[in-house]
């Protein structure tokens, strides 16, 4: 009796709850057969491929491109300490098809933005659901869909909150209409390098500094100008110098190295800034700066002091104290020596790791030093790294709301409710009084909006007012996308934008880019570069390979439009307007 | 704890490192129906940390044609539940109550019936927590339980997931003391902060909670506070109070149903639904015409559970659990509902018999006017 009726392999009882929820029939034949995506197998993603396989989900395709690391134990319950290091979505599948022989889960390893997914892919599910971690790649998904007019179910969860979005592009609120707030805050150069005002400034300068000495120096680098002092240089020089001093040792080389490094970036800087602040009213606190006598007193000692095991028991420990000046020179001092001697062994550039001890400690370090030289809050190696490794608090009992909400929306939808019926689903621990009943609600349902509607578009126009239009033009994903169909091996760019966009769409195109700035046409481009140009105008669009990805088309009159160019036999060339509104 | 601070470093990040060592150490007791919701529960205990999770299982129950439909995936029986447990988290301790009623009681427990070893357990106050999953167990028996756990000053849980419904109703004692940090005090260490540089601005606009719980390991303002919980009993015989008596009085009817009717009728939905009405004239709960319309709905699933809706309810009722923990933060008082159709979670305060209304409405006026500041 005990068996028949726990056995876990009897997708009848799972079938019965669908049935009996929504009293229909036809949802189990629905659910059987509704191919579903799961973009994401994370937090949440794990929970949603739990529910849908036992929801009855057969069919599901899974794309992740991550692999699973130790801090994931505590929510993803699919994997475990033997698997740290493997594929996400792998994994996950083996454990999910142990759990439940009967599914059929199909993985892909793989970016959701590559090319491997062109729009068919997407137009082969019944529903998406997204549960990325990512603003950019959400972004991406929610365009997608929409070309592809498919059902995607956004998802998301940041501690003890968490959101469930359904989104149908036409009817719904897409991801896009509400600016999200920008995930990482553009801080000012000069507020880098001269002017911190919060300890953030300070470890955002230390993780800078670290890719000045031992990663690849980017443009973007506010401290790009100070390329001789990477170690590849130093160690150049040191070479160098080499057939002339024999005496000098590795160890020497070390000391060497660390103290030109401490020098500059902790005395002279800290020197210079101190200079720049005499005019202004505010100045520099005494700064702890050691002597040379100490310096080299710290270079000889660290090697004793410190370990990284020690280092590595700090950084677990939230309650550990914020390091003092001294302490944190010692450290600085410390990591610099492993990080050159790392750097020695591998010959290549490293890359900041929260994780890895060492480089947080380095972090920790110098964001300490430059913290105390200009009066701020240091914090402690713990908090460094959730700072620096941007890392998000996660639950596995937020994620298990989230997940589980999701799949329940899923199956209100392919029981027949309309998506705009569905509502976007909260779930925040922060207690709301309801006037009526006077009591709390931790899941609350919102009504989902429509997109903006259309004549507000047009009305900018009109007005061109500068403020207006940007506002307006805010949810270009609902209203303005193209999606062009067309053999893309024999359609030229000239004969998309001639016969397609002028002809066709009674467009004036200005210009037509890729998202990673490949402009493919330019209308005023033309008597410039004449060569160039024409032979992007003969190529056609397979040779460009610019079809099956996401092309911003600026049209004369200020208005952008999303393009999409689905590759498909034995069409000439057809463009359609996806989502006019009014017609609902 | 080394290795622990990584795997739980998101969460520490979240509650602090004493709340942490609290779950860690801490002891809950399961106890029902070998569900989905009590696989979903165990499951996220397990993964939070909790240090020792003891699982009952009441297998008395006779098969009848209203016998509810579980959807469980970690184990055909407890004893393999808990060996899929334990490879989720092999550091806590997870045993069934044979295995540890054979370790900690040095005589064997004379008592075969499983309530009588269950109360002995709780008995043995080695429990700070236990949650009833309650799954067609009669009222007698949760009332038991719940009259057992209060003597011996453990909290108590009562979860049941019907259909596309979750109810959880929390009994903690007539005393229950937590660690509030009120707005005010928030703002004051926000202000604090700010004047030593020290806030975290990942996301200013909708991370405020989460940032203040971010360092609630060095938050200093604390209040605390007192509550006062009604007895299930007496929850469960005041429903006609409650804001929502529509759901409630649907919990009374599925809890009589599952005792009484299912046993007897040829059980259909519209017999169900029929029953269910002469239950409303019977008891006189009065109910809107438009209510009663998705009532009728609501038996249809009386005896199915949805794998998406137990675990919801198990996520929340998780969340409850480490709250209970590390006394940190008001639990849910008393009474909480999901409904999956309308996507609504929401925390209903029924009120015991005995506590006037009046004194409940100051309770309510107090916590209100600190959320208006």
């Given at each position: 009796m005990d068996d028949e009726c726990h056995s876990h392999a009897d997708p009848s009882n799972i079938y019965k709850g669908a049935e009996h929820c929504f009293s229909s029939c036809q949802i189990v034949e629905k659910i059987r057969h509704s191919k579903i995506l799961l973009i994401g197998v994370g937090g949440v993603g794990c929970e949603v491929l739990k529910n849908l396989v036992f929801s009855g989900f057969v069919n599901i395709h899974l794309v992740d491109l991550d692999t699973i690391s130790v801090s994931n134990l505590n929510r993803q319950f699919l994997f475990r300490s033997e698997d740290v290091g493997k594929w996400k979505a792998v994994v996950a599948k083996d454990r999910i098809t142990k759990l439940c022989p009967w599914s059929q889960i199909t993985v892909s390893v793989e970016n959701i933005r590559s090319k491997e997914f062109p729009l068919e892919f997407f137009k082969q599910f019944a529903a998406v659901i997204c549960a990325l971690d990512n603003h950019k790649a959400r972004l991406y998904v929610n365009e997608v869909c929409a070309f592809a007019q498919v059902p995607l179910f956004e998802t998301g969860s940041t501690g003890y909150q968490g959101q469930v979005t359904p989104i149908l592009a036409g009817s719904t609120e897409c991801y896009n209409c509400e600016p999200k707030p920008q995930q990482t805050e553009h801080i000012a150069v000069c507020t880098i390098r001269h002017r911190p005002e919060s300890v953030e400034h300070c470890i955002v300068w230390a993780m800078y500094l670290f890719d000045v000495l031992f990663g690849n120096l980017e443009d973007s680098n506010p401290l790009s100008d100070e390329k001789e002092y990477k170690v590849s240089h130093l160690a150049r020089e040191w070479t160098f110098e080499d057939g002339a001093r024999k005496t000098s040792t590795e160890q020497e080389w070390e000391n060497m190295t660390c103290e030109r490094v401490v020098n500059k970036f902790f005395i002279e800087d800290l020197q210079f800034v101190e200079s720049l602040k005499k005019d202004t009213l505010s100045s520099l606190s005494i700064l702890n700066i050691p002597t040379q006598e100490q310096l080299r007193r710290y270079l000889l000692n660290v090697d004793t002091k410190y370990s990284v095991e020690d280092l590595k028991l700090e950084e677990q420990n939230?309650?550990?104290?914020?390091?003092?000046c001294d302490k944190a020179y010692e450290v600085l001092i410390f990591c610099l020596k492993q990080l050159l001697r790392r750097w020695k062994e591998s010959k290549s550039a490293l890359t900041f790791d929260e994780n890895d001890t060492i480089s947080l400690a380095f972090v920790t370090a110098a964001s300490t030093v430059r913290a105390s030289a200009f009066d701020i809050v240091a914090k402690n190696s713990f908090d460094v790294r959730g700072i620096a490794g941007r890392i998000i608090p996660a639950l596995s009992i937020t994620n298990a709301v989230i997940g589980d909400i999701v799949v329940f929306q899923l199956l209100r939808f392919l029981s027949g409710t309309c998506m705009k019926d569905l509502c976007n689903a909260r779930l925040s621990q922060v207690s709301r009084p309801r006037p009526r009943y006077l009591d709390e609600v931790i899941i609350t349902p919102e009504f989902i909006r429509p997109p903006v509607a259309e004549y507000v578009c047009r009305l900018s126009l009109v007005c061109l007012s500068e403020r207006l239009f940007g506002k307006i033009l805010r949810c270009i994903i609902c209203h303005q996308l193209l999606l062009v169909t067309c053999d893309a091996r024999n359609v030229t760019v000239r004969q998309f934008i001639?016969?397609?966009?002028?002809?066709?769409?009674?467009m004036e195109p200005f210009s037509v880019a890729t998202d990673v700035g490949y402009i493919i046409y330019d209308s005023e481009q033309d008597c410039e570069v004449p060569v160039e140009a024409q032979r992007i105008d003969k190529s056609t669009i397979a040779q460009l390979q610019v079809e099956e990805q996401p092309l911003s088309i600026l049209d004369e009159s200020g208005v952008y439009y999303r393009g999409w160019i689905r590759h498909q036999c034995d069409v000439s060339l057809s463009i359609e307007r996806i989502f006019s509104f009014g017609d609902d | 704890m080394s290795s622990s601070a990584i795997i739980y470093d998101r969460q520490i990040r979240l509650w602090g490192l004493q709340t942490q060592s609290k779950i860690l150490k801490s002891k809950v007791f399961l106890f029902g129906y070998h569900s989905g919701l009590l696989e979903e529960l165990a499951k996220d205990l397990v993964l939070t940390g909790v240090g020792t999770l003891v699982i009952g299982k009441y297998s008395e129950y006779t098969e009848t044609s209203g016998q509810p439909k579980f959807v469980t995936y970690l184990g055909h029986d407890l004893e393999e539940l808990v060996k899929a447990l334990s490879v989720l988290n092999p550091r806590a301790q997870i045993q069934t109550v044979n295995t540890f009623v054979e370790k900690h009681f040095s005589e064997k427990v004379e008592e075969q019936n499983d309530i009588q070893i269950v109360s002995r357990l709780i008995e043995t106050k080695s429990f700070e927590i236990c949650c009833l999953i309650c799954e067609r167990i009669g009222c007698p028996v949760a009332f038991a339980l719940n009259r057992i756990c209060r003597d011996n000053n453990t909290l108590f849980v009562y979860a049941e997931v019907i259909g596309a419904l979750g109810f959880l109703i929390l009994d903690l004692g007539s005393h229950y003391t937590y660690h509030y940090l009120n707005k005010s005090s928030k703002r004051a260490s926000r202000l604090r902060s700010t004047n030593r540089n020290e806030v975290i601005a990942l996301d200013d606009s909708d991370s405020d909670s989460a940032q203040v719980d971010n360092h609630s390991y060095s938050m200093s303002i604390e209040n605390e506070r007192t509550l006062e919980y009604p007895t299930l009993e007496q929850v469960l015989s005041n429903i006609r109070q409650s804001p929502y008596p529509l759901y409630f009085s649907f919990l009374a009817f599925v809890r009589r149903w599952k005792e009484e009717y299912c046993m007897t009728s040829q059980d259909c939905l519209e017999d169900r639904q029929r029953q269910f009405e002469m239950f409303l004239q019977l008891h006189k709960i009065d109910i809107k015409k438009s209510e009663l319309q998705s009532s009728y709905n609501f038996c249809s699933f009386m005896n199915v559970e949805l794998i998406s809706v137990s675990s919801c309810l198990a996520g929340v009722l998780g969340r409850e659990i480490v709250k209970l923990i590390s006394r940190n933060e008001k639990p849910i008082f008393n009474t909480f509902i999901f409904d999956a159709f309308s996507c609504l979670g929401s925390i209903v305060y029924i009120p015991s018999t005995k506590v006037d209304r009046k004194r409940s409405r100051e309770d309510e006026k107090e916590d209100s006017t600190v959320y208006d500041i």
């Amino acid at each position: 009796m005990d068996d028949e009726c726990h056995s876990h392999a009897d997708p009848s009882n799972i079938y019965k709850g669908a049935e009996h929820c929504f009293s229909s029939c036809q949802i189990v034949e629905k659910i059987r057969h509704s191919k579903i995506l799961l973009i994401g197998v994370g937090g949440v993603g794990c929970e949603v491929l739990k529910n849908l396989v036992f929801s009855g989900f057969v069919n599901i395709h899974l794309v992740d491109l991550d692999t699973i690391s130790v801090s994931n134990l505590n929510r993803q319950f699919l994997f475990r300490s033997e698997d740290v290091g493997k594929w996400k979505a792998v994994v996950a599948k083996d454990r999910i098809t142990k759990l439940c022989p009967w599914s059929q889960i199909t993985v892909s390893v793989e970016n959701i933005r590559s090319k491997e997914f062109p729009l068919e892919f997407f137009k082969q599910f019944a529903a998406v659901i997204c549960a990325l971690d990512n603003h950019k790649a959400r972004l991406y998904v929610n365009e997608v869909c929409a070309f592809a007019q498919v059902p995607l179910f956004e998802t998301g969860s940041t501690g003890y909150q968490g959101q469930v979005t359904p989104i149908l592009a036409g009817s719904t609120e897409c991801y896009n209409c509400e600016p999200k707030p920008q995930q990482t805050e553009h801080i000012a150069v000069c507020t880098i390098r001269h002017r911190p005002e919060s300890v953030e400034h300070c470890i955002v300068w230390a993780m800078y500094l670290f890719d000045v000495l031992f990663g690849n120096l980017e443009d973007s680098n506010p401290l790009s100008d100070e390329k001789e002092y990477k170690v590849s240089h130093l160690a150049r020089e040191w070479t160098f110098e080499d057939g002339a001093r024999k005496t000098s040792t590795e160890q020497e080389w070390e000391n060497m190295t660390c103290e030109r490094v401490v020098n500059k970036f902790f005395i002279e800087d800290l020197q210079f800034v101190e200079s720049l602040k005499k005019d202004t009213l505010s100045s520099l606190s005494i700064l702890n700066i050691p002597t040379q006598e100490q310096l080299r007193r710290y270079l000889l000692n660290v090697d004793t002091k410190y370990s990284v095991e020690d280092l590595k028991l700090e950084e677990q420990n939230p309650h550990q104290l914020v390091w003092t000046c001294d302490k944190a020179y010692e450290v600085l001092i410390f990591c610099l020596k492993q990080l050159l001697r790392r750097w020695k062994e591998s010959k290549s550039a490293l890359t900041f790791d929260e994780n890895d001890t060492i480089s947080l400690a380095f972090v920790t370090a110098a964001s300490t030093v430059r913290a105390s030289a200009f009066d701020i809050v240091a914090k402690n190696s713990f908090d460094v790294r959730g700072i620096a490794g941007r890392i998000i608090p996660a639950l596995s009992i937020t994620n298990a709301v989230i997940g589980d909400i999701v799949v329940f929306q899923l199956l209100r939808f392919l029981s027949g409710t309309c998506m705009k019926d569905l509502c976007n689903a909260r779930l925040s621990q922060v207690s709301r009084p309801r006037p009526r009943y006077l009591d709390e609600v931790i899941i609350t349902p919102e009504f989902i909006r429509p997109p903006v509607a259309e004549y507000v578009c047009r009305l900018s126009l009109v007005c061109l007012s500068e403020r207006l239009f940007g506002k307006i033009l805010r949810c270009i994903i609902c209203h303005q996308l193209l999606l062009v169909t067309c053999d893309a091996r024999n359609v030229t760019v000239r004969q998309f934008i001639e016969d397609g966009l002028k002809k066709q769409m009674n467009m004036e195109p200005f210009s037509v880019a890729t998202d990673v700035g490949y402009i493919i046409y330019d209308s005023e481009q033309d008597c410039e570069v004449p060569v160039e140009a024409q032979r992007i105008d003969k190529s056609t669009i397979a040779q460009l390979q610019v079809e099956e990805q996401p092309l911003s088309i600026l049209d004369e009159s200020g208005v952008y439009y999303r393009g999409w160019i689905r590759h498909q036999c034995d069409v000439s060339l057809s463009i359609e307007r996806i989502f006019s509104f009014g017609d609902d | 704890m080394s290795s622990s601070a990584i795997i739980y470093d998101r969460q520490i990040r979240l509650w602090g490192l004493q709340t942490q060592s609290k779950i860690l150490k801490s002891k809950v007791f399961l106890f029902g129906y070998h569900s989905g919701l009590l696989e979903e529960l165990a499951k996220d205990l397990v993964l939070t940390g909790v240090g020792t999770l003891v699982i009952g299982k009441y297998s008395e129950y006779t098969e009848t044609s209203g016998q509810p439909k579980f959807v469980t995936y970690l184990g055909h029986d407890l004893e393999e539940l808990v060996k899929a447990l334990s490879v989720l988290n092999p550091r806590a301790q997870i045993q069934t109550v044979n295995t540890f009623v054979e370790k900690h009681f040095s005589e064997k427990v004379e008592e075969q019936n499983d309530i009588q070893i269950v109360s002995r357990l709780i008995e043995t106050k080695s429990f700070e927590i236990c949650c009833l999953i309650c799954e067609r167990i009669g009222c007698p028996v949760a009332f038991a339980l719940n009259r057992i756990c209060r003597d011996n000053n453990t909290l108590f849980v009562y979860a049941e997931v019907i259909g596309a419904l979750g109810f959880l109703i929390l009994d903690l004692g007539s005393h229950y003391t937590y660690h509030y940090l009120n707005k005010s005090s928030k703002r004051a260490s926000r202000l604090r902060s700010t004047n030593r540089n020290e806030v975290i601005a990942l996301d200013d606009s909708d991370s405020d909670s989460a940032q203040v719980d971010n360092h609630s390991y060095s938050m200093s303002i604390e209040n605390e506070r007192t509550l006062e919980y009604p007895t299930l009993e007496q929850v469960l015989s005041n429903i006609r109070q409650s804001p929502y008596p529509l759901y409630f009085s649907f919990l009374a009817f599925v809890r009589r149903w599952k005792e009484e009717y299912c046993m007897t009728s040829q059980d259909c939905l519209e017999d169900r639904q029929r029953q269910f009405e002469m239950f409303l004239q019977l008891h006189k709960i009065d109910i809107k015409k438009s209510e009663l319309q998705s009532s009728y709905n609501f038996c249809s699933f009386m005896n199915v559970e949805l794998i998406s809706v137990s675990s919801c309810l198990a996520g929340v009722l998780g969340r409850e659990i480490v709250k209970l923990i590390s006394r940190n933060e008001k639990p849910i008082f008393n009474t909480f509902i999901f409904d999956a159709f309308s996507c609504l979670g929401s925390i209903v305060y029924i009120p015991s018999t005995k506590v006037d209304r009046k004194r409940s409405r100051e309770d309510e006026k107090e916590d209100s006017t600190v959320y208006d500041i």
